[in-house]
Nanobody, 120 residues
Framework: QVQLVESGGGLVQAGGSLRLSCSISGDTFKLRASGWYRQTPGKERELVARIFPPATATYADSVKGRFTVSRNDAENTMWLQMNDLKPEDTAVYYC??????????????WGQGTQVTVSS
């Protein structure tokens, strides 16, 4: 059973930074794409950033240039560095292992989520 545990969320002022961490159990992490998603009430969960092993990353347009995703396969850990945060970045952030088909997520595993709140 794969488990993902996020940490690092919190309250920050606009323009500030936060770094989210995700610790992943199991021995398949190094073989799988992983991602950070976020969700606000009433909206669908959206992809923020995805990273393919060893280090190829893609980003949502809304966070390009501000967020950086990284991973360490030896430590089974993934991070999301978030800079120049904006109030619209406020959401619950989830880390995930992604099962992909044609670039679309068709399943995988989720963490429990961590709240990020950006005040104006």
């Amino acid at each position: 059973q794969v488990q993902l545990v996020e940490s690092g969320g919190g309250l920050v002022q606009a323009g500030g930074s936060l770094r989210l961490s995700c610790s992943i159990s199991g021995d398949t992490f190094k073989l799988r794409a992983s991602g950070w998603y976020r969700q606000t009430p009433g909206k669908e969960r959206e992809l923020v950033a995805r990273i393919f092993p060893p280090a190829t990353a893609t980003y949502a347009d809304s966070v390009k240039g501000r967020f950086t995703v990284s991973r360490n396969d030896a430590e089974n850990t993934m991070w999301l560095q978030m800079n120049d945060l904006k109030p619209e970045d406020t959401a619950v952030y989830y880390c995930a292992l992604d099962n992909l088909l044609g670039g679309r997520r068709i399943g995988g595993d989720w963490g429990q989520g961590t709240q990020v709140t950006v005040s104006s």
